[in-house]
């Protein structure tokens, strides 16, 4: 889809949408290997040619000697005036932060290394590297952020965000915290926001899954199936039940016409996961396109009794609505998105744009006098004011 690349999660398909450096030969993944795919959901294989070159297991953390040797004697000089470990790596990364950025590419540790720029994935491959020559802790949190929603080439992808955390080593004599988030640490992001909180905690294996779902979700928006099907079986074999791969799985078979498989693979996919609103929002496309209206609604409804605490996740949704025309609905959710959380503007902003479309001018006036009382930047509130002013002059 984008022709900026993020960290992001696929929505939705329509039809009308982890240190070294090595020279051996790396051993081919033998995805047949997986059981536990052929137990829990079956995968119509003859309907993708596997990219041998992609089904091969690299080191993603891996850096070059040279770029190991940079580091070190950054980190051995620092470790030697008394610095903390973690925020040595801090520091390091700071310097090569400049082209880092939310629409970058996703790269390997090396790559990010050497070409200084990627995006939020590729940042936290690289903490990681990093982290590992050194043997400092870390953890990957991942960050719930206002959605950059796209659509491109019949997909819809949504942006997710992904921070890294390093740990303070525990001083010999030290008792350690009841709770490891209580530990001394350093944050690595270069997209801090006062929007942004921290969300649940993210495995190793699952944020290795997530760099290959970017990878597969790019090949995708390209229309490389195939490649983007060898990438979403590298990253089930390190995250067999994370939905969001699940998710993908889906989508390819929905893509090349398998209905059937497809949602049997959604289906395994809300066992696993069934809050999920992205795999509901597929699945209920997928409903609608076979014409089964009544289950399709059916799903509506439990869609909308989820109490997800995450507002973004409902701006997602009132985003996915709107792009698919459904004003009512797109007004459910970005009203939710303001009981959540009354700060996120982006629903006053939607509901106004909508309202307007509608020549509904009373309650595009109402709802941009309520945004003003969040809106706190002189620029902004000018913006907002000059809106209004356009409103009341019309009337």
């Known amino acids: 889809m984008l022709e900026r690349k993020t960290c992001f999660s696929l929505i939705a398909l ?6 070294g450096c090595s020279s051996a030969p790396k051993p081919a993944l033998k995805v047949d290997d997986n059981a536990a795919l052929a137990v ?7 309907l993708f040619k596997l990219n041998q070159q992609l089904l091969v297991i690299d080191d993603v953390f891996a850096l070059t000697k040279g770029q190991q040797q940079d580091f070190l004697s950054y980190y051995h000089a620092a470790l030697s005036e008394g610095q903390r470990p973690d925020k040595i790596v801090s520091e390091y990364l700071e310097r090569k932060l400049n082209n880092f950025t939310f629409y970058g590419e996703t790269y390997d540790a090396s790559t990010a290394l050497m070409l200084n720029k990627g995006n939020c994935m590729s940042l936290a491959v690289l903490t990681t590297a990093l982290a590992k020559l050194v043997n400092v802790e870390m953890d990957y949190i991942e960050v719930n952020t206002p959605p950059i929603f796209e659509k491109q080439n019949g997909v819809i992808a949504s942006s997710t965000h992904v921070q890294s ?26 997209f801090p926001s006062v929007s942004n909180y921290a969300g649940r ?74 809050n999920n609103l992205r795999v509901l929002s597929n699945y209920i496309g997928l409903l609608t396109e076979l014409g089964r209206t009544e289950q399709a609604l059916q799903y509506e409804k439990t869609l ?11 701006l997602e949704q009132a985003y996915y609505a709107k792009q698919q025309g459904n004003d009512r609905k797109a007004i459910r959710y970005f009203t939710k998105v303001i009981e959540k959380a009354p700060y996120v503007q982006d629903a006053y902003l939607g509901l106004y744009r909508i309202y307007l479309k509608q020549n509904k001018k009373l309650k595009a006036r109402k709802i941009m006098n309520r945004v003003m009382d969040w809106t706190y930047d002189p620029k902004l509130r000018e913006k907002y004011n000059k809106k209004l002013y356009l409103l009341t002059k019309s009337r």
């Open 14 to 19: 329509t039809t009308l949408w982890i240190c």
């Open 40 to 46: 829990e959901i079956k995968i119509n294989r003859a």
């Open 165 to 190: 955390r390093l740990y303070a080593p525990i001083k010999e004599g030290d008792v350690s915290p009841k709770f490891k988030w209580m530990r001394a640490s350093s944050i690595i992001d270069y």
């Open 201 to 274: 905690l993210v495995s190793q294996k699952e944020f290795i899954a997530k760099y290959y779902n970017n990878l597969a979700a790019n090949a995708l928006i390209g229309n490389k199936l195939d490649d983007a099907f060898s990438y979403v079986m590298l990253a089930y074999q390190q995250a067999p039940h994370y939905s969001e791969t699940l998710n993908l799985l889906a989508v390819l078979h929905n893509r090349k016409g398998d209905h059937q498989t497809a949602e049997q693979i959604y289906l395994a996919a809300l066992k696993v996961d069934h």
């Open 304 to 314: 909308a009794k989820i109490d997800d605490p995450n507002p973004y996740a409902w």
